[in-house]
Structure formats: C-alpha cells, structure tokens
C-alpha cells in the first residue's frame, strides 16, 4: 500500500482536533468511532485511503509493539481465522513539538456498504441474514480460539465495524452468502498464553490522568474482556442495533441468534440470550461511553482553559444513543 507520509504530515500540522472537518487540509471524516477519527485525506497521495489517526503514543517501544501488534492481528484474521480485512498499512511520524502521531491505513470502503449504514437501507430479512453473516463470521474466531489457546484473538462484532462487499445500494440486499470485510483492526485484541497483548492504557490517554484511576477500575477490565466472549459479543452486537436507531429489530435479531446457536453455533453451547438482558447490557454499556467521553471533554476543557496546552485528541461529537 503506497502513502505519502510527507502528505499526512502536512495533515497533521494544519489539523484543528477539535474542529477536524475545518483543518487547513481539506479532509473528509469516514467516520468518528469512540477510540479513532477516519479521514480521507484529499490529495492524490492518500485518496481512496481511510487514515485512522492514533495520537496516543509517546515513545518509540510503543509503536514498534502495537505496529507489530497490528500487523499480527491482520495477518491473523486474514491467513488463519479466514476473515477478510481491507489492505492494509501503518505509518507514523515525530512532528515538529515532539509528538508522535500515527496513522492505521486502509483501503477505503463504500460509505454505503457499512454495516451501521446498510440496515437502513436493507429490509428485515436481509438485516437478519446480514447478523447471521456476521455470526458466522464471529464463530471463525471462537473456532481459531479453541484450536489455539496459546493465541487468543479478540473481536469487536458490531454492525459498524463490517463492510459488505460489493453492495449494490441500488439493489440492496443481504443474502446467506453475503461477503464481510472486517475493518475494525486499530483496537488489535490479543491474548498470548492468556495474557492481553494490547496495551489498553495507551487508549487511557485522552482521558484526565487523574480520573484514569476510575476508568481503569469500572470498566477497562469488563470492556476488555467482553471482546472475547462470543455471548457477550453477540450481545454487545444485538445491543448495539439500539443505538443505531433500529430498535424495532432487537426481538427478531434475539431470535435469529438463539436459532444459530441452536443449530450452525450449537458446539459453543451458549445459553440462549433474552431481550430483556439484552436492554439490560445496553443501558450499561451506554453508561460506560457517556461517562467515557464527558471525561475526555473535560479533559480537552481542562487543557484548553486551565493549562493552556493543545489537546491533541479528536473526540466524537454528539451521538445518538
Ligand atoms: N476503511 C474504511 N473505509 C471507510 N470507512 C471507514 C473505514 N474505516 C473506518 N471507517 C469509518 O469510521 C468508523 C469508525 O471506524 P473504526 O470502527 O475502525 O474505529 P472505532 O469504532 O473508533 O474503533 P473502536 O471500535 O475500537 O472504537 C466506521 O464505522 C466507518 O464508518
Ligand atoms: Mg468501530
């Protein structure tokens, strides 16, 4: 994959991280995910990439772990788990006031083909057939687990982090043989002898230091953990359709679930999943991102109005939940 580093560079120095869509380089936002900003550069150097800015490095032994970390996981998903992954790089530089910002690259995917995008224009039975895909896809990962627990490899199932490949948005539809890419590699979970190989304290700083202590002691060890547990990711999937403002379909989802698992998922033995813990989960996990993301804002209020120091994080605007 070819980058122009010089290009991102540029970026970076004209980029306003609280404004990002007015940075002096016209870029366009992919999409603001609760850990990384996708950008698409616009310069014949970086179109047609998706580039995920990773402001939280500060020395150079991080980067060489999580670049390898990264490319792992990649690989893995790819070569050995059989999950697709868009092509894929990484690149990162020291700017001029000695920060260090990288940026995981990908090939861009149609706005349109994304998951969260897709169930709005898909109807009921190819939302369902979509989740199955999804399932499928996700049971790779416990099989690649159970083959090899010196090497376990976390996932993130919600529907925003699949591609469908080559959707047709004037003929949307999803089918039992419907094709995912999974593309949200930049949080590589992995787990080597059943130790957590990602260092989670790197995504702890965007939030005030002397708050992490809380973030870290309600909820970094159950987010962490949840990643690979396929009960509790096919929950946080299903849970998820709520905040992509398609609650109507969490009864249908449950069902088709439970019917998965029932039969295609039965090896994995999991209990069959309720509505009712399902809101349950949701109304939880909704808590954890809210408290999350105020923390941070007061952090980028702290920094702008008390220490007078640039805040060097992008932080998703308002979400609907
Ligand atoms: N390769 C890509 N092509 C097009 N859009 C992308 C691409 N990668 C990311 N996006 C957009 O950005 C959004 C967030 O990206 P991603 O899921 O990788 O990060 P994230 O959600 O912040 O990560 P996390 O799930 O760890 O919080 C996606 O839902 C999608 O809309
Ligand atoms: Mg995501």
Known sequence: MQVDIEVLKEFECG??????????MPAKVLGCGEI???????SPGTRGLACKRMPIFQTQEEI???TQLYNDYNTLLKKEVGIEVPDYDFAWFATAD????????QRKLPAESIGNRAIHKLDTDSIKALVVCVLRELMKVWSFNQANPKRALGIDGQISNWSIDEFDEANPRGTPDTKLLYFDTSTPMMKKDGVEQLDSELFLRSAPSFLRWVIR??????????????RLVTIDLIANFYKEQRPELVPMLVDAANEFYHTEG????????TEKEIRAYYSGDKTIWIVFLALRRFDRWLHKYLFRKPYVYILPGKIKR
């Open 64 to 66: 060489d772990q999580y």
């Open 98 to 105: 000695g920060k260090i910002i990288a940026f995981d690259l």
């Open 36 to 42: 990384s900003t996708s950008f698409e550069i616009d």
């Open 217 to 230: 002691w309600f909820f970094l060890e159950s987010v962490m953990t949840r990643y690979y547990d396929a």
């Open 266 to 273: 039965r090896e994995l033995g999991i209990a069959p999943l």
């Open 15 to 24: 980029l306003d991280p609280e404004h990002p869509e007015q940075s002096r």
